[in-house]
């Protein structure tokens, strides 16, 4: 089932719409917006599939609405502009728009709108998980490579080619979503895993987590800080200051030994 969304400031126009996509098939209406910040608020609050969206509105038109929307970097719904006004339709697709309909809306174009929607998430769900699939493969082979040869190194796509990154070079690591940051004297690099299976590549008699999104290599630290309000932050040799999550106190206070200051 589709889930849109239908935008358009003229009341007519936008009763025409819920009548014509209510008759489609496979198409739920799951809310509506008379101007562009309704509909950014509804597309957050629902998160659609598609969302039909008129181009000419008071305040945050049609083509504002698409910007906001990308600036945001979440995954996005599917556009589908709906204007009177077809000189509009280059700068639609230049922005991204699955399809443009011009007003007054057919019942046949509509339907003919929906199926390109329909084979734009299949392909993207398709390539999603092909993605997901690579990203496992590549994940067996450089284990089975590490177990086979005994190197303690990672291939990392940097620039357009590929980095050999040598695990006991790295000095932390940050979590940045899905994908780990992984810093090393001179450089960083930004490599897909999630810091949680990540950690497990590394040497653990070297390794400690010290918060949900950090890990640092203990032979670094220069001091452990105590923060006046609680907490702990972990200096390294570097200079950077890296915050000790709640649940990761034991592990700071067994870091800090002689090296715990006060602030």
């Known amino acids: 089932m589709l889930r849109a969304i239908l935008c358009d400031d003229e009341p007519l126009a936008l009763d025409r719409l819920t009548d014509m996509v209510g008759r489609t098939a496979g198409t739920e209406i799951v809310g509506k917006a008379a101007n562009g910040n309704a509909a950014l608020s509804t597309i957050s609050e629902y998160r659609p599939d598609v969302v039909f969206l008129d181009i000419e509105m008071p305040g945050l038109d049609g083509f504002d609405v698409v910007e906001q929307l990308a600036r945001t970097g979440a995954a996005a719904p599917l556009i589908v502009f709906v204007t009177a006004y077809p000189e509009f339709a280059a700068h639609a697709f230049d922005s991204g728009a699955i399809d443009f309909l011009t007003k007054p809306v057919r019942l046949g174009r509509l339907e003919t709108a929906l199926d390109r929607v329909r084979r734009a998430i299949a392909d993207r769900s398709a390539q999603a998980r092909l993605n997901e699939i690579v990203r496992q493969l590549e994940h067996l082979r450089q284990e089975r490579e590490t177990h086979a040869h005994g190197d303690r190194h990672l ?14 070079a790295i000095v932390w690591v940050q979590a940045e979503g899905e994908y780990v940051r992984l810093h090393l004297e001179n450089s960083s690099y930004l490599h897909r ?14 390794y400690v987590r010290i918060h949900r999104s950090h890990v640092i290599d203990r032979n670094r630290v220069v001091s452990v800080r105590r923060r006046p309000a609680g907490g702990y932050v972990v200096r390294i040799a570097d200079g950077q200051e890296i915050p000790v999550g709640r649940s990761y106190r034991a592990e700071a206070r067994a870091l800090a030994a002689p090296r715990l200051v006060a602030e």
Request: proline content about 7%; hydrophobic content about 45%; charged content about 30%.
């Open 193 to 206: 895993e999630p810091i949680s299976a990540f950690v497990n590549r590394l040497d653990p008699a070297r």
């Open 155 to 168: 291939w990392v796509a940097q620039r357009g080619e590929m980095v050999r990154v040598d695990l006991d």
